[in-house]
């Protein structure tokens, strides 16, 4: 079994102002989206440094609005009915990616408007740029002992541990660190490899809806239901793999209707 490193949520303190790692992560996944993005932009023209600074603001503004509106819509819904103000006490907690996911998508028409690029065009070059912020998202619920995975069953499984925040006080699956390899780190190569080279407009955003729906509904085995939702369906079905199979289908309709219709937005300098 592994020791839960106990690492502080509170990463500075200065008086009365206190930085969470959590925020930390979130600068992190902004930043590295900014970086990708510059990097991504030189191999292709039409694109700058402004668009790429305003890409990242309306893509950071999507997922915090969106991010936190999906969580009280998806999970909380219950508790916004009895106090609507509790919609902006982000500090209590609560971010859901499938908002955020909505909340990009429709922060990037406000920005396709501005700078006259095509949707599509603009979700394919962003996807690859996507899954390194979820890696720090991930991370951030593990150093805040949060989203914990399911009981381990097996005495002999290596990678269990407890977190100080279960009540239960039970080994569990470190699932925090599973969905960051495997929704953040693996994705993101499989999107990075994918998107190097010229590919049908919308292709790029299918393997994302694909890779992170699969990859999402697959680590919800591993991971401790809320505990205000359960399993929804089925007996053993969660939320965030309702809410997951949806991008599976969309994004494998999207894939086929890609390479049917063969337009590309760039070609290698």
Known sequence: MLTYPNIDPVALSLGPVKVHWYGIMYLLAFLCAWGLATYRAKQRDGWNAEMISDLVFYGALGVVLGGRI?????????????????????????????????????????????YQKSWFETLDFIAPCVPTGLMFGRIGNFIGGELYGRQVTDPSYPFGMIFPTDPLQLVRHPSQIYQALCEGLLLFIVL????????????????????????????????EPDVDQGFILLGWVTKGQLLSFPMIIVGLLMFWYAYQRKQYDWHIK
Not at 192 to 218: D, E, H, Q
């Open 192 to 223: 990075w490899w994918f998107s190097s080279k010229p590919r049908p407009r919308m292709a790029v955003s299918a393997v994302f809806l694909i890779g992170y729906g699969v990859a999402r509904f697959v680590m919800e085995f591993f991971r």
């Open 70 to 114: 999906g969580y009280v819509v998806f999970y909380e819904f219950d508790k916004f009915l009895d106090n609507p103000l509790w919609l902006f006490q982000v500090w209590t907690g609560g971010m859901s990616f499938h908002g955020g996911f909505i909340g990009v998508m429709l922060a990037m028409i406000f920005w396709c408007r501005k």
